[in-house]
């Protein structure tokens, strides 16, 4: 996609991308669970009064796959206060805490300990193959929808997107001795 206006932009945020993606961490293999599959904040609907989760929405990404990845992708939305479209991103250790707390009082025993062990790994994973797919798209403008009242292009709306995933695992690099202490302590696994 050389010849896409914005190519000279992307292209940086690609090699960005690919130098934080070789560094990743290896996942272990799980078993592959029943997930939501795109169980970010805006997928749950809130009691108005009491603020509590009553349900999630978007039912058409129900799948399979391990659960460390669904609580990657979990995380990685519901801990990032900035959103997915704020080039400051990052993960907020409180966020982390009281999600972590909450998970592991409803369901501790639902993860069995590689599972909660890997969770770091998968965060950042998830995080990472987000801003890749972001900056493709950026390029293909074919994937993610865009809001024209606030971009002048797809390009521009999903390069932004890219961008704050980046800046989100680039957080989660640095604050990884705190996520790993956050997630098994909540689990107590150490």
């Known amino acids: 996609h050389k010849a896409h206006p914005r190519y000279s932009d992307i292209e940086p945020l690609g090699r960005k991308i690919l130098e934080i993606a070789s560094a990743l961490p290896k996942l272990p293999a799980c078993a592959n669970r029943m997930v939501h599959g795109d169980p970010k904040i805006s997928n749950f609907i809130f009691d108005a009064v009491t603020d509590q989760a009553m349900c999630l929405i978007d039912l058409d990404t129900i799948t399979t796959m391990p659960i460390i990845l669904e609580l990657g992708d979990a995380i990685r939305s519901w801990c990032n206060i900035k959103g997915e479209e704020n080039p400051n991103a990052f993960l907020s250790m409180p966020f982390l805490q009281s999600s972590m707390t909450g998970y592991a009082q409803e369901a501790k025993d639902f993860l ?74 909540s689990a107590t696994l150490i």
């Open 112 to 185: 069995i300990e590689k599972e909660w062990r890997a969770l770091p790994a998968a965060i950042l994973t998830i995080t990472v193959e987000l801003a890749a797919r972001f900056a493709a798209d950026a390029l293909m403008e074919n994937y993610f929808s865009w809001d024209p009242s606030r971009y002048a292009t797809a390009s521009e709306h999903n390069q932004l997107r890219a961008q704050s995933q980046i800046r989100l695992a680039q957080s989660i690099q640095t604050q990884w001795n705190s996520i790993q202490n956050v997630i098994w302590s």
